[in-house]
C-alpha cells in the first residue's frame, strides 16, 4: 500500500502570483497612502494651529489699535465702555474671550461681567506688559485656550494695556477633527483604485503567463534547460529581430572548434554561417529547410530550421542539427556487426561440415584419417584465428580485420596483416569506432582500386606503441594519379564519378577529431599507402 509523504515544511507551495502580487502592490499602496496622509495630517494640524494664531492675533491688533480701546484704559473699568466691543468681536470672531486689561493686570472686559476689575489670572500675560506680543496655551477661568497677547499703545505711543484674546483648544481639535475626515476619504478612493489596477494587473499579467504560476514557470524553465543540454542534438532559436535567444550546449560544441562557455544570447546573426542563414531566411521569408547537409568547423551537419508563429506572424525560428559524422560512426560500426555476423554463420556452417566429415570418417572406422583432418583443422584455426587474435586485442576490430579479409578473398584478392602488427584492447569506444570507420574505409577504396586486376594484394599494418596506434593501408594497385594527391582528402573529390569523394573526407575528419595524423603515399601503376597515427588508449583520449 503506498503511503502518501507528508509534505516537507521548507518546501511548502510558493504564494500564488495574484496572491504575490495583490500582497505586494497593497503594501506599497498603503505605505504610500499611509505616509502621504500622516504627512498630510502633519500639514493640517499644524496649518489650523497657525491659521488659528494669525486669527486671533489679528483680532488682537485691531482692538489694540482702536482709540476707543485705548481711551477707555485712562479711565475706570466700572465705565463699561470695553465690555460692548469685546462682547461683539467675541461673538463675531467665534472667539472664547476677548479681554482688555490695564497695566496692573486688572480686567476691563470678560464674557462674565462678574470677573471684570478683577486680576488677570496667569503669568503668560507678563511679557506683554514690556511690549511683547506673547502666544501661549493656558487654563484661565473658563477652559483651556490658545491665548494671544498683544500691548495697547496710545497716541504718545505709552502703553497703557493690553488685549488678550482666547480660542477654545476643544475648538481647535474640533477644527483639526473636521478636516480628519478628509485624509479618511482620500485614503479610502487611493485604496479603491489602488485595489482595481492590482486586479488589472494580475489578469493582465495571468493573461501573458498563460495561467501559470512563478514557481510552474521556473520548474518549466529547469526542465527544459536539463533537456537541452542533455539532448546530443545542436538548438539554436533566434527572436524576430534575428538574435540568438537560445543555444544549448552540443550547439554550442559543434559549431565551434572548442567548446565556449560565453553568452551568445542578444548576438546578431553572423553572414558567414550557413545555419544562422537558413535561421534568417527562415525568419524573413518563413522558408523552412529540412535535412539540409551544412558544412561548418571541418564538420558535416545535418539540420532542420523552422519558422515560429504566432497566429499569421512570425516571431522567430529555430534550428536543430546533428553532426553526420556521428550517423556515419554508427552505420560503419553496424556494418562492421553486420560483417562479424555473417562471418560467424560462415564459420559455423564450415564448422558443421567438418563435423559430418569426421563423422563420416569415424563411421567408416579409418581412425588415422580423422586423426588426421582433426590436426588440420585445428592447426589451420589456429594459423588463421588464433594468430589474428594474439596480434589484436580488441574483439570487435579482430572480427572485422577477419569480415575484410573474407570480403577480400570473395573478389579475388589477399587481405595480410603484418606479423608485425600488435593492437592492445586499451582503447576508448570513441578511439575503436575511428579506427573501424578509417580501416573500413581505407580497405573500400583499395579493393575497388583493384576491381580491374585480379590477384590483388592489400597490406595491413597496426601496430601500438607508446600510447600511439600506426596503421598502414597499401595495396598494389593503379595508385592516385599525381594532381590528385594534394586534395585527397577534400570532400567531393573522387575519380568515380559524382556524388563520391565523401569517405577520406570524414577518414580525414574522423582522425583530426582525435588529434591524429593521415598522410598518403602513392606512385601510379605501383602501389598506394595510406599511414595513420592515432592516439590509443585513456591517456591520449583528447583532442
Known amino acids: 500500500m503506498i503511503q502518501a509523504q507528508k509534505q516537507d515544511p521548507a518546501r511548502r507551495r510558493p504564494l500564488k502570483l495574484s496572491t504575490l502580487v495583490s500582497l505586494m502592490f497593497a503594501a506599497v499602496i498603503a505605505t504610500v497612502l499611509l505616509s502621504v496622509n500622516f504627512l498630510y495630517y502633519i500639514q493640517i494640524d499644524n496649518f489650523i494651529r497657525a491659521h488659528l494664531n494669525d486669527k486671533a492675533l489679528a483680532v488682537a491688533r485691531t482692538l489694540a489699535d482702536s482709540p476707543e480701546i485705548q481711551h477707555a484704559l485712562t479711565l475706570s473699568p466700572t465705565d463699561n465702555i470695553i465690555q460692548p466691543i469685546a462682547n461683539t468681536v467675541v461673538k463675531r470672531n467665534d472667539l472664547l474671550f476677548a479681554v482688555i486689561i490695564n497695566m496692573q493686570g486688572i480686567r476691563y ?37 490658545l ?77 527544459r534547460q536539463a533537456i537541452l543540454e542533455s539532448t546530443k542534438e545542436g538548438v539554436i532559436a533566434v527572436d524576430e529581430h534575428a538574435r540568438v535567444t537560445l543555444i544549448n550546449q552540443a550547439a554550442r560544441t559543434l559549431l565551434s572548434e572548442t567548446t565556449t562557455e560565453a553568452p551568445l544570447t542578444g548576438e546578431s546573426i553572423p553572414e558567414n554561417s550557413l545555419i544562422l542563414s537558413h535561421l534568417r531566411d527562415a525568419l524573413h521569408n518563413g522558408t523552412a529547410w529540412l535535412d539540409e547537409k551544412v558544412s561548418t568547423r571541418g564538420r558535416t551537419l545535418i539540420s532542420n530550421t523552422v519558422p515560429v508563429r504566432s497566429g499569421q506572424r512570425i516571431i522567430g525560428a529555430v534550428c536543430t542539427f546533428r553532426d553526420k559524422t556521428e550517423i556515419s560512426q554508427l552505420m560503419q560500426r553496424l556494418d562492421g556487426m553486420v560483417n562479424y555476423v555473417d562471418i560467424l554463420s560462415e564459420r559455423s556452417h564450415e564448422f558443421m561440415n567438418k563435423l559430418h566429415v569426421i563423422l563420416g570418417l569415424l563411421h567408416l572406422k579409418n581412425y588415422p584419417q580423422a586423426e588426421a ?120 573529390l573522387s575519380s568515380k564519378g559524382n556524388d563520391r569523394g565523401v569517405g577520406l573526407f570524414l577518414v580525414h575528419q574522423q582522425v583530426r577529431s582525435l588529434g591524429g595524423q593521415i598522410v598518403v603515399e602513392s606512385e601510379p601503376g605501383v602501389y598506394t599507402q595510406f599511414l595513420v597515427q592515432l592516439p590509443w588508449g585513456k591517456g591520449n583520449n583528447s583532442v
Not at 470678560?110 to 511679557?127: A, R, S, T, V
Not at 494671544?148 to 484674546?165: C, K, L, M, R, S
Not at 480660542?167 to 479603491?192: C, D, H, K, M, Y
Request: aromatic letters at 8%; charged letters at 15%; hydrophobic letters at 40%.
Open 109 to 145: 472686559s470678560h464674557p462674565n461681567p462678574q470677573f471684570i476689575n478683577h486680576h488677570f489670572i496667569g503669568d503668560d500675560f507678563l511679557p506683554s506688559l514690556r511690549g511683547l506680543e506673547n502666544l501661549s496655551v493656558n487654563h484661565g477661568v473658563l477652559d483651556e485656550a
Open 147 to 223: 491665548r494671544v497677547f498683544t500691548p495697547v499703545y496710545n497716541a504718545e505711543h505709552q502703553q497703557v494695556g493690553v488685549v488678550a484674546i482666547g480660542i477654545s483648544i476643544s475648538e481647535v481639535n474640533a477644527q483639526i477633527t473636521r478636516n480628519r475626515w478628509n485624509i479618511f476619504w482620500t485614503v479610502l478612493v487611493g485604496a479603491l483604485v489602488g485595489s482595481l489596477g492590482i486586479l488589472i494587473l494580475v489578469t493582465r499579467l495571468k493573461r501573458i503567463l498563460f495561467g501559470l504560476e512563478p514557481y510552474e514557470i521556473s520548474s518549466l524553465f529547469e526542465q
Open 373 to 492: 583432418f582433426i590436426l588440420q583443422s585445428a592447426n589451420s584455426y589456429q594459423h588463421e584465428i588464433g594468430a589474428l587474435q594474439q596480434k589484436i586485442g580488441s574483439p570487435m576490430i579482430a572480427g572485422f580485420v577477419l569480415s575484410k579479409t573474407n570480403r577480400a578473398a570473395e573478389k579475388g584478392h589477399q587481405l595480410t596483416l603484418s606479423d608485425a602488427s600488435s593492437l592492445p584492447d586499451i582503447g576508448s569506444e570513441q578511439q575503436v569506432a575511428v579506427l573501424i570507420t578509417v580501416l573500413g574505409n581505407l580497405i573500400e577504396n583499395a579493393l575497388e582500386a583493384l576491381a580491374d586486376q585480379s590477384d590483388g594484394e592489400i597490406h595491413l599494418l597496426l601496430h601500438y606503441q607508446n600510447g600511439w596506434l600506426a596503421c598502414e593501408v597499401g595495396d598494389d594497385g593503379p595508385g592516385i594519379p599525381e594532381d590528385y594527391l594534394p586534395h585527397i582528402f577534400d570532400k567531393g
